[in-house]
Nanobody
Framework: QDQLEESGGGLVQAGGSLRLSCAASARPFGEYAMAWFRQAPGKEREFVAAFRWRGPLTFYADSVKDRFTISRDNTKNAVFLQMDSLIPEDTAVYSC???????????????????WGQGAQVTVSS
């Protein structure tokens, strides 16, 4: 069974950067769509970014567009989330996910993803 594991979370000041990584322990990533979601305390889980092999390739939430970049490296069986210009509102547990969203309109829906990592805490101080 595929397992995903995030790394790279931590504490950073507002305006700083962090890079999250997500590695798969089983089958290669290549056939999946990969996504990042986040959940802040007391809030529902929300979509952050996704990467598909078929175009359009990348998707972002409006709140992170132009600040975050999702990428993948199939040779390393990993997906990354580069987070720049972080703000306190970005504080959350970030989870990566793999699955087969049924079309571009569903890549932002958590239930479309089959495998999930345990999450990595990102804390942005003001």
């Amino acid at each position: 069974q595929d397992q995903l594991e995030e790394s790279g979370g931590g504490l950073v000041q507002a305006g700083g950067s962090l890079r999250l990584s997500c590695a798969a322990s089983a089958r290669p990533f290549g056939e999946y769509a990969m996504a990042w979601f986040r959940q802040a305390p007391g809030k529902e889980r929300e979509f952050v970014a996704a990467f598909r092999w078929r175009g359009p390739l990348t998707f972002y939430a409006d709140s992170v567009k132009d600040r975050f970049t999702i990428s993948r490296d199939n040779t390393k069986n990993a997906v990354f989330l580069q987070m720049d210009s972080l703000i306190p509102e970005d504080t959350a547990v970030y989870s990566c996910a793999a699955g087969y969203p049924a079309g571009t309109t569903r890549v932002k829906i958590a239930s479309e993803y089959i495998y999930w990592g345990q999450g990595a805490q990102v804390t942005v101080s003001s």
